[in-house]
C-alpha cells in the first residue's frame, strides 16, 4: 500500500473508533511557544523548569473529524537563540518501533511527528519523526508532498543526539506510553528555496503535530490540527506557533 492510500485508511479507521463525547475541533489551534530562560536537558524526562513553566496543547484529536481520539496525545514547546524544542506526551499500551537505519520509514509504526512551515505558504515545509526507539527520519518538501515519494530524504535536520524517549516498549506486562523529546537547531531549516531565519519574539510559523499509533486492529493516527481528509500533508491545515516571550 502506497503512504498516501495508508493514511486514509488509517484516518478511516481512527474515524470509526474515536471518541464523539466531545464537540470536535476543526479550528486552526494556535500555541504560543515561551522563550526558554535556561537550558534544556534532552533526557525525555520533560522536568526541567522549562517545561514546567511551558502549557500543554489541547489533547490530540482524531484527523478526519477533529473529535477527541486514542492513543491520549499532546504537546509542549518551547524556543531560544538556537534552538526549538518539543516535548510529547502519548499514552498508549501497545507500542511497536523496531524499524532501524537511515531515515527508517517510521509511520509505519508508533512515532511522533512535526510538519514545520517556516514562512507558512505551504512551500519548503520540513518533516521530522521520532519514534519510542529512539529512531529518527527527517525530510524536506518543496511544496506538498512533492518530490514523490518521500521528499528530499538527504536534507538532514541534525537531530543526532539531540533526541530522547522514556518509556515501555514491547513490555511484557503491556505498554504504558511514552514521553519524546527533541531539540532542533534553527540553521537546520536554513534549506530549500527560501531558507528560514530564526524567529524573533512575535513571529508566527505554522506547525503540524502528529502522533502515528499502530494496534492490534490496524493503523492510525491523531493530531493537533486536524488536516480532516485522509493526508496529514495539508499546509493549509497547519496550526499557529507563535513565538512569545519569557
Given at each position: ?79 531560544d537563540a ?29 512515532t511522533v ?30 511544496s506538498r ?102
Amino acid at each position: 500500500m502506497s503512504r498516501g492510500r495508508w493514511w486514509v485508511a488509517g484516518a478511516l479507521l481512527l474515524s470509526a473508533a474515536g471518541c464523539t463525547c466531545a464537540e470536535p475541533r476543526t479550528d486552526l489551534p494556535r500555541y504560543e511557544a515561551r522563550r526558554a530562560s535556561a537550558a534544556v536537558t534532552i533526557d525525555g524526562r520533560l522536568d526541567d523548569a522549562v517545561w514546567d513553566d511551558a502549557p500543554w496543547t489541547e489533547p490530540f484529536v482524531n484527523t478526519m473529524t477533529g473529535a477527541p481520539a486514542h492513543p491520549r496525545s499532546r504537546a509542549k514547546l518551547a524556543w531560544d537563540a538556537d534552538y526549538l524544542y518539543a516535548a510529547f506526551e502519548v499514552e498508549d499500551d501497545y507500542l511497536r518501533a523496531d524499524l532501524t537505519g537511515h531515515d527508517p520509514h517510521l509511520w509505519t509504526q508508533d512515532t511522533v511527528e512535526l510538519m514545520i512551515d517556516p514562512d507558512g505558504d505551504g512551500l519548503n515545509y520540513f518533516e521530522l519523526q521520532l519514534a519510542p526507539s529512539g529512531e529518527t527520519f527527517d525530510t524536506r518538501y518543496d511544496s506538498r508532498r512533492i518530490p514523490q515519494p518521500f521528499g528530499h530524504v538527504g536534507w538532514d535536520s541534525e537531530l543526532h543526539g539531540e533526541v530522547a524517549v522514556r518509556g515501555t516498549l514491547n513490555d511484557e506486562d503491556g505498554d504504558e506510553g511514552y514521553t519524546a523529546e527533541l531539540r532542533i537547531p534553527w540553521e537546520a531549516f536554513a534549506a530549500g528555496q527560501t531558507p528560514a531565519e530564526p524567529p524573533s519574539a512575535g513571529d508566527t510559523w505554522r506547525l503540524a503535530l502528529y502522533v502515528l499509533d499502530i494496534h492490534p486492529e490496524g493503523q492510525g493516527g491523531v493530531g493537533w490540527s486536524p488536516p480532516l481528509i485522509g493526508d496529514f500533508h495539508v499546509p493549509e491545515r497547519f496550526g499557529h506557533l507563535v513565538f512569545a516571550g519569557p
